[in-house]
Antibody, heavy 123, light 106 residues
Framework: EVQLVQSGAEVKKPGESLKISCKGS????????IGWVRQTPGKGLEWMGI????????RYSPSFQGQVIISVDKSNSTAYLQWSSLKASDTAIYYC????????????????WGQGTLVTVSS | EIVLTQSPGTVSLSPGERATLSCRAS???????LAWYQHAPGQAPRLLMY???NRATGIPDRFSGSWSRTDFTLTISRLEPEDFAVYFC????????FGQGTKVEI
């Protein structure tokens, strides 16, 4: 079974750093792009960016470029999303998801999704 | 930038009824790059449709997708109890975007 398992909920203070993870299993991790999606009550779902584990090529939404870093450790089949200095506005649920097919340069649907990681940033 | 606008925000229906959910794109997009997902509380989003009208593996045929110009539609022909959830559309072309979701409630 193809599965993405995300790290647990986090509570952080503004200014702190954070790295959350997404571990893939049941498929050849290096061959499929992995994306990150933010969900907030106010803005709904937002596409943050994607990474190709095979060569770490990364693409960011302009809205998130410079705000987060997406990385991958293909030896551990794990993708990461990290912040160097969190803001209260980063409070959200973050989902990772695998691009559903290979060979499409990252332009495909997401399937499957991880269970989500709730990040709360509050003083 | 492509904006996807879903309507209605919430729809109240009964099991057995038909649900028609809309996703309108702010500009012309290829039907090849539109997906629908179901998001039930406490669960990961689940892919329903890709390429507008292709059902994902294991998705029952009561789910169908169609489009006309910039208007995309997800239809659930007869609602089952497990279908009450939030549905959102996703453009996965060169300017990715999600709709804000439609809640289908009992």
């Amino acid at each position: 079974e193809v599965q993405l398992v995300q790290s647990g909920a986090e509570v952080k203070k503004p200014g702190e750093s954070l790295k959350i993870s997404c571990k893939g299993s049941g498929y050849t991790f290096s061959n499929y792009w992995i994306g990150w999606v933010r969900q907030t009550p106010g803005k709904g779902l937002e596409w943050m960016g994607i990474i190709y584990p095979g060569d770490s090529e990364t693409r960011y939404s302009p809205s998130f470029q410079g705000q987060v870093i997406i990385s991958v450790d293909k030896s551990n089949s794990t993708a990461y999303l990290q912040w160097s200095s969190l803001k209260a506005s980063d409070t959200a649920i973050y989902y990772c998801a695998r691009v559903g097919v290979t060979g499409v340069n990252g332009l495909a649907w997401f399937d499957p999704w991880g269970q989500g990681t709730l990040v709360t940033v509050s003083s | 930038e492509i904006v996807l606008t879903q309507s209605p925000g919430t729809v109240s229906l009964s099991p057995g009824e038909r649900a028609t959910l809309s996703c309108r794109a702010s500009q012309t997009i290829s039907s090849s790059y539109l997906a629908w997902y179901q998001h039930a509380p406490g669960q990961a989003p689940r892919l329903l449709m890709y390429g507008t009208s292709n059902r994902a593996t294991g998705i029952p045929d009561r789910f169908s997708g169609s489009w006309s110009r910039t208007d995309f539609t997800l239809t659930i022909s007869r609602l089952e109890p497990e279908d009450f959830a939030v549905y959102f559309c996703h453009h996965y072309g060169s300017s990715p975007a999600f709709g804000q979701g439609t809640k289908v409630e009992i």
